[in-house]
């Protein structure tokens, strides 16, 4: 690692200053950070420990949903009564985040401020309707992953929590990787009355809906409502792990598991 | 600029000026003087470095030493009885052969510890799920599942006899 800096501000507006300085960066679980400063592929001037923010973290009950503060780990969220009670299917995404010690550190806004395009939370946050809060705002969940690694985040501005609405019916279904357990296509499917949002993870730069399965799934909450329907491998992403065609392959299949999980 | 890091290390308060980049491993290993925890794979995948923060296991090459300051951190070296007796799951893992070479092994009992800590009625699933962090190239798994298995048996007879005593 380059040398860097190191401040834990105690509240948020704290947070907000530090991170004003120039190639600040902020440090959530640091289970991507620190990886990428070790492979020396950043150089930050100093991070911005967000642990002894207060009101970042923990799981609350709210109208129609839950709020989950940024600062929240993902073992917290899968091992919450409160998210298997309410939204089973996200407490379910974060037990199969990454391994166990992973679980232990990483945050779900350091997730999804990161925006990988193979990471679980963003179908999470799409599917279910999810508005996130902001130092400074609300963003909504739909307008919130912009591409590859990009957020509608501005410079400086700090996730504080996200708020997840509950479904009638929901399920995350994913294909992992086996070294890493990033998703090579992850699924959510969730379901509010007439309504069906379908986001994938993992196929493309960045999550995305299909309203076409979402239109079949609305008119047919059953797996065989996605027969003979599939995405476009155009624009799909293409590694050692799978190709563009066998990642459109897998977007179907998963859905339809993911439909079978929701029940 | 060097900056004073401490925390609680197998029960001992520890205090060491550190550049801020230092490693929760290299902070242990070097500063500390604390070699069980080992140095795998450096990238996250091996947990061959696990250590328990505040109870929970994390991968202390993937963790600043300033992230935990103020915290409560266990390492392989405080498992054992001050007597020199092992801890159950060590037992274990040297009873049913859990180990070849053993560079594994501080984290692989790191994490078992702790996956017994979070739930004491673990089915063989869910010890080869809990332990997808920790990587051993020697032994194939299936005498460390075994061992873990041993351990948590004797782990909840320990915590039955300690109840029983109070």
Redesign the interface.
């Known amino acids: ?6 401040q ?1 501000p105690t509240s948020l507006a704290e947070a907000v200053a530090a991170i004003q300085a120039d190639e600040a960066k902020l ?1 959530s679980g ?2 991507t950070l ?2 990428t ?2 492979q020396r592929l950043a150089q930050p001037s100093v ?1 911005v ?1 967000l ?1 002894a923010v207060p009101d970042m973290k923990g799981v609350a009950a709210v109208d129609g949903g839950l709020t989950v503060g940024a600062f929240t780990r993902h ?1 917290e969220v899968a091992h919450s009564d409160l998210v298997k009670a309410t939204i089973p299917a996200l407490a379910h995404l974060a037990e199969g985040i ?5 679980r ?2 990483g945050t779900l806004g350091g997730s999804i401020a990161n925006a990988d395009p193979s990471a679980d939370y963003p179908s999470a946050v799409v599917a279910l309707k999810a508005t996130l809060t902001t130092d400074r705002r609300a963003i909504a969940g739909d307008d919130f992953f912009t591409g590859m690694f990009e957020t509608a985040l501005e410079p400086g501005e700090i996730v504080t929590s996200v708020r997840f609405a509950t479904p009638d019916k929901a399920a995350y279904a994913k294909f992992r990787n086996p ?3 990033y998703a090579i296509v992850g699924v959510f499917v969730a379901k509010f009355g007439a309504e069906v949002r379908v986001a994938v993870t993992g196929a493309a730069g960045s999550v995305f809906r299909v309203p076409a399965f979402e239109a079949a799934l609305a008119a047919n909450f059953k797996a065989e409502a996605l027969n003979g329907l599939s995405v476009s491998a155009d624009d799909l992403n293409a590694d050692l792990h799978a190709s563009a065609d066998y990642r459109a392959h897998l977007v179907t299949v998963m859905a339809k598991r993911a439909v079978e999980a929701a029940g | ?1 060097p ?1 004073t890091v401490t925390m609680t290390v197998n029960g001992k308060t520890v205090s060491r000026e550190v ?3 230092t ?1 929760l491993v290299t902070f242990l290993r070097e500063h500390v003087g604390l070699t069980g925890t080992h140095v795998g794979c ?4 091996c ?1 061959a470095c ?1 250590v328990h923060v505040d109870g ?4 202390s090459c ?3 030493a ?2 935990v ?1 103020g915290a409560t951190v266990t390492t392989i070296e405080g498992l054992a009885a001050a007597d020199g007796a092992l801890h159950p799951m060590q037992a274990a893992f040297r009873e049913h052969h859990g180990l070849q070479c053993g560079f594994c092994t501080p984290g692989m009992v790191m ?1 078992a510890v ?2 017994v800590n979070s739930n004491p009625s673990l089915s063989e699933q869910d010890i080869r799920e ?1 332990l ?2 920790n990587i051993c190239r020697c032994t194939g798994y299936h005498n460390i599942v075994k061992a873990v298995q041993a351990g948590a048996e004797a782990m909840n007879a320990d915590q039955a006899a300690k109840i029983a005593a109070e």
């Open positions: 690692m380059y040398a860097f800096s190191y834990r440090l640091g289970q620190l990886p400063l070790k991070l420990d642990s073992a990454g391994d166990r010690q992973v232990n550190m070294a890493s357990r | 600029m900056c550049e801020e980049r490693l450096d990238t996250s995948q947990g696990v929970r296991s994390v991968k993937a963790t600043l300033l992230q300051d994490s702790d996956l809990g997808e962090g």
